[in-house]
């Protein structure tokens, strides 16, 4: 399913929306849990590769000369964002071996709510580079938002999001800041709750995965 101006992809298919039930259960637990989101992962990576740029090829069978296609470079840039966005890697990785990877780490603050790097690992100049930003949520979008308005400036070219669970606000301020920017989601959900969490969601994504940190 295409939402609004072809830039939100919920990808309905029903091996997604089965893992993603189970997914989203609270008796789901951490060994299954990260399972389901490197399986997940993998097949947004599938879907949202899919308008990699191809150029023909010919490949000899040991019966003939086929006709092929075969992606052509730069490589493209998978940037999960920390920490819960390095459980999608692996698995866009395995999609995509040649992609590169580059690490964004961000952190909120508390006072005035605005998000800051604390890990930037993206090259200085990514030359119109496709780009897959790997995060599991996508609740108020003011990291993910921030985050792809980094790559911009570092002059990525098609900037596609691939997150688990979108929350309708937080689409609407990707779109609002870059309206060029993709969203590759296996469920919209219904929105936010008071605290920012999304509704139905998954609970925490980040704690989920890996154990609730220390204060």
């Known amino acids: ?9 919920v990808v ?6 089965h893992r993603l039930s189970e997914l989203r259960s609270v008796e789901t637990r951490p060994d299954r849990f990260r399972a389901l989101v490197h399986e997940l992962a993998g097949m947004l990576v599938y879907e949202a590769a899919a308008t ?3 150029e023909a090829t010919k490949v000899t069978t040991p019966m003939a000369i086929a006709v092929g296609r ?3 470079g730069p490589e493209p840039l998978v940037v999960p964002v920390l920490r819960a966005g390095l459980s999608m890697l692996d698995a ?5 071996p040649t ?8 952190r909120r603050d508390e ?19 496709d780009v897959f930003v790997l995060d599991p949520m996508l609740a108020t979008g003011g990291s993910l938002s921030f985050a792809c308005g980094h790559l911009r400036s570092r002059h990525a070219g098609r900037l596609r999001v691939l997150c688990l669970v979108a929350a309708p606000e937080g689409v609407d301020r990707i779109l609002a800041d870059d309206p060029a920017t993709e ?6 959900d219904d929105g936010l709750n008071e605290v920012g969490y999304i509704l139905p969601g998954l609970g925490d994504a980040g704690d989920r995965l890996y154990g609730v940190l220390a204060p």
């Open 99 to 106: 992609a590169e990877v580059a690490l964004l780490g961000l």
């Open 111 to 129: 006072r005035t709510l605005t998000p800051s790097l604390y890990c930037d690992t993206v090259p200085a100049d990514l030359g119109g580079r």
């Open 183 to 188: 969203i590759w989601a296996a469920a919209l």
């Open 12 to 17: 309905g298919h029903p091996l997604v929306v």
């Open 92 to 96: 866009a990785l395995a999609v995509i």
């Open 70 to 72: 075969r992606l052509v």
């Open 1 to 9: 399913m295409t939402v609004g101006e072809a830039r939100v992809h």
């Open 52 to 54: 990699l740029p191809v």
